[in-house]
Nanobody, 124 residues
Framework: QVQLVESGGGLVQAGGSLRLSCAAS????????LAWFRQAPGKEREFVTA????????LYSDSVKGRFTISRDNAKNTLYLQMNSLKPDDTAVYYC?????????????????WGQGTQVTVSS
């Protein structure tokens, strides 16, 4: 059973930085794509960024390109999201997701496993 556990959320001022982590367990992820999504109150869950576990191919939404960086540590089975130059619009619950395909994908329906989420709040 795949388990994804996010951590690292919190409250930060606009312009600040946070790094989220997602600890993955339950199987070998060598043929997986992993991603970060976010969901703000009253809005649909939206794609943030994705990466292939092997090869490190990435995909970013336009809203975070140049500010956020996705990475993974294969030895630790951990996915990261470095968020810089944060804006109040980045406030949301951030979710880690895994898809049993070695592709960086952008739709929620592409993903098979989800974490419980971690809250990120950016104050103005």
């Amino acid at each position: 059973q795949v388990q994804l556990v996010e951590s690292g959320g919190g409250l930060v001022q606009a312009g600040g930085s946070l790094r989220l982590s997602c600890a993955a367990s339950g199987r070998t992820f060598s043929n997986y794509g992993l991603a970060w999504f976010r969901q703000a109150p009253g809005k649909e869950r939206e794609f943030v960024t994705a990466i292939t576990w092997i090869g490190g191919r990435t995909l970013y939404s336009d809203s975070v390109k140049g500010r956020f960086t996705i990475s993974r540590d294969n030895a630790k089975n951990t996915l990261y999201l470095q968020m810089n130059s944060l804006k109040p619009d980045d406030t949301a619950v951030y979710y880690c997701a895994a898809a049993a395909r070695l592709v960086a994908l952008a739709k929620t329906t592409d993903y098979d496993y989800w974490g419980q989420g971690t809250q990120v709040t950016v104050s103005s």
